[in-house]
């Protein structure tokens, strides 16, 4: 007879099914399929146990497996640790399994097998699935600082250790908020929707109500975790000093403008080189003379014809 069990630091319950195998009697029998819930904390080791009873076969050979993902490689095969858990595994008592340092990437079915020649039923086995959760760290937390009434605001919270994954909760000066504020009518000044799966707060308007400390915890079947407590300030905005600044900054717009127009008339900007280096007379060209008059105070061209 072969049966299986798990042993290990707070190894949880230990639960099955009757498994599949031939309904005669024989030497060895398939007692159950157990299944294995581990909680990582600080744990150094699990042993995955494979017990024989009332074989006749002195030296029965003994092979673990391992099946994750829909895919079946070696644990223990040939006499030695094969695949990922060469350097984390050994056998105990020639049967049982004991794996060292165990992660969450170990959640798999192990199957033992054993091949009894001198046995009416010379093969058995018997499965064992193990489930390593590990508990959830402290959330990364955002929270806005402060939010203008009626507009919308979005809280998140993350973690990515905790294994099976964590739902969240969200905590309003230690109050419990709803999914569906409307479900509450505690909360009917509020308009949020709280997401359990991703972890996001999300209000559509704010309102004065909402001002407070909030925190997000972090479950599983394994713990909890929280982040610290993050004040979010719900304020009104002032009209009045909105349209009093947007007057001052039109104001000193038309201040600066009035100057550089007032400027350029007095001749501020206007270029006074005009020298005897800078004026030059135009060209005189053949065949015309230049005459000045003092009743016309100007000049003035007179042609002369050459015959």
């Not at 199957?111 to 390593?132: F, G, P, Q, Y």
């Not at 309003?172 to 999914?179: A, I, M, S, Y």
């Amino acid at each position: 007879m072969v049966t299986g069990a798990g042993a290990g630091p707070r190894a949880g319950r230990v639960r099955g099914e009757r498994a599949r195998g031939p309904s005669a009697a024989l030497d060895m029998a398939l007692r159950r399929r157990p299944s294995l819930v581990l909680l990582l904390l600080v744990v150094r080791g699990v042993e995955l146990s494979c017990i024989i009873t009332d074989s006749q076969t002195n030296d029965p050979r003994i092979e673990w497996k391992k099946i994750q993902d829909e895919q079946t490689t070696y644990v223990f095969f040939d006499n030695k640790i094969q695949g990922d858990l060469t350097d984390r595994a050994e056998l105990l008592g020639k049967t049982s399994l004991k794996i060292w340092n165990v992660t969450r990437t170990d959640s798999a079915l192990y199957r033992c097998e054993v091949v009894a020649r001198n046995d009416r039923k010379e093969i058995d086995e018997i499965v064992i699935e193990l489930t390593v959760q590990v508990k959830p760290v402290a959330p990364v937390c955002r929270v806005p600082r402060a939010v203008p009434v009626g507009k919308a605001a979005t809280l998140s919270c993350q973690e990515g250790e905790g294994f099976p994954r964590p739902h969240y909760s969200w905590y309003r000066n230690d109050v419990p908020l709803p999914t569906d504020s409307r479900a509450n009518p505690r909360f009917r000044n509020s308009s949020f929707v709280l997401n359990p799966e991703t972890g996001t707060l999300v209000f559509s308007a704010v309102h004065k109500e909402d001002s407070g400390q909030y925190y997000c915890i972090a479950s599983n079947d394994a713990g909890s975790a929280r982040c610290e407590e993050q004040d979010m300030e719900v304020y009104d905005l002032n009209i009045g000093g909105i349209i009093g600044g947007v007057l001052v900054v039109l104001t000193v717009l038309a201040l600066i403008t009035g100057g550089i127009c007032c400027a350029y008339r007095r001749g501020y900007f206007i270029s006074h080189n005009r020298n005897g280096e800078s004026y030059k007379n135009p060209g005189k060209p053949d065949g015309v003379n230049y005459i000045r008059t003092d009743e016309e105070g100007d000049f003035r061209h007179k042609s002369s014809f050459v015959i």
